[in-house]
């Protein structure tokens, strides 16, 4: 059974990092790529990052470029989200998702993800 499962989200304030992990079970992590979403209170789902195992053809959204970074580590299974100088605006719970098609360094609708983690929520106070 395929599970993800996303940590390391909390509050924090404007100007601060944090370091989410999407650790994967149950399917062969190496062959699927990564991507992370987010959701506000009251906004639909939006793409943050889609990356493949090769960290190759890594997509961020316009608005993270330059504050996000994306790492992993195959034999944990595990995709690392590093979020600096983090906004307000940033604000929202994140999923990271897995599927078996590989990112191409643009977006990709959540829709197309095979499998989610149940998110971990990230807080940034001004």
């Known amino acids: 059974e395929v599970h993800l499962v996303e940590s390391g989200g909390g509050l924090v304030q404007a100007g601060g990092s944090l370091r989410l992990s999407c650790a994967g079970t149950?399917?062969?992590?190496?062959?699927?790529?990564i991507g992370w979403f987010r959701q506000a209170p009251g906004k639909e789902r939006e793409g943050v990052s889609c990356t493949n195992s090769g960290l190759d053809n890594t997509y961020f959204r316009d608005s993270v470029k330059g504050r996000f970074t994306i790492s992993s580590d195959n034999a944990k299974k595990t995709v690392y989200l590093q979020m600096d100088n983090l906004k307000p605006e940033d604000t929202a719970v994140y999923f990271c998702?897995?599927?078996?098609?590989?990112?191409?360094?643009?977006?990709?609708?959540?829709?197309?993800?095979?499998?989610w983690g149940k998110g971990t929520e990230v807080n940034v106070s001004s």
């Open positions: 998702a897995a599927d078996s098609w590989d990112c191409t360094g643009n977006d990709r609708e959540a829709w197309e993800f095979d499998y």
């Open positions: 149950g399917f062969t992590f190496d062959e699927y790529a």
